[in-house]
């Protein structure tokens, strides 16, 4: 499986983005799809995930603001982002599990204050 990340880029405070993550290769075998972000200095940490069935899941601190979503006929795997703050700014990588971990290259996102 690959993944394509696309989306990021500079918006203010309270402004929204939305992600992309472009999936190809052996899609059927993708038992789900998540978003992590990296900040700088920090671990990488889960945003967001959905697994197969369409049951969802999130960090307490993007709850109520992001949602994921997937698009199957666009082989597309969607994190729209609201009402976005400086603390989330970072990195975003979208990542597919088959029987294995499966990463994109990350798309940047900064939000100003």
């Known amino acids: 499986v690959q993944l394509q990340a696309s989306g990021g880029g500079l918006v203010q405070t309270g402004g929204s983005l939305r992600l992309s993550c472009e999936i190809s290769g052996s899609i059927n075998s993708i038992n789900s799809v998540a978003w992590y972000r990296q900040a700088p200095g920090k671990q990488r940490e889960l945003v967001a995930r959905?697994?197969?069935?369409?049951?969802?899941n999130y960090a307490d601190s993007v709850k109520g603001r992001f949602t994921i979503s997937r698009d199957d006929a666009r082989n597309r795997v969607y994190l729209q982002m609201n009402n976005l703050t400086p603390e989330d700014t970072a990195v975003y990588y979208c990542?597919?599990?088959?029987?294995?971990?499966?990463w994109g290259k990350g798309t940047l996102v900064t939000v100003s204050s």
């Open positions: 959905r697994i197969s069935g369409g049951s969802t």
């Open positions: 990542n597919a599990v088959t029987w294995m971990n499966n």
